[in-house]
């Protein structure tokens, strides 16, 4: 990679607090950063929305087809996948699969 090249990542789930948090990480050290997520990172150089109105199969095509069109010939240096969220509690409470599987 030239020197005036930069750096390339994907941040899947790039919206949310963490991946925010990644996207404004990687653009402080000027890298070009692409957020895959349900709603676009205003900080990010690109954005691929996820929409979820559509099958998990068509997720996963329009995904791959979005990034393909953003990056063309080019790769990516690093794939950060970040989306998903925290709940406490514990695994032996008889509510934990509905509190955590919404």
């Known amino acids: 990679m ?9 941040v899947y789930g ?5 991946g925010s948090a990644c996207v ?6 000027n890298w070009w950063v692409a957020s895959i997520d ?15 109105t559509e099958s998990f199969t068509e997720q ?10 953003l990056l063309g010939a080019d ?5 950060l996948c970040v ?3 925290w709940a406490g509690g514990s695994a032996k409470a008889k509510s934990y699969c509905v509190e955590n599987f919404l």
């Open 14 to 18: 790039g919206k949310g607090a963490l």
């Open 38 to 52: 349900l709603n676009a990172n205003e900080e990010a150089n690109a954005n691929v929305t996820v929409k979820m």
């Open 60 to 69: 996963a095509n329009q995904v791959t087809a979005d990034v393909g069109e």
């Open 75 to 79: 790769k990516v240096d690093a794939i």
């Open 83 to 85: 989306a998903g969220g």
């Open 24 to 29: 404004q990480y990687f653009r402080a050290k």
């Open 2 to 10: 030239a020197a005036t090249e930069a750096h390339k990542v994907l």
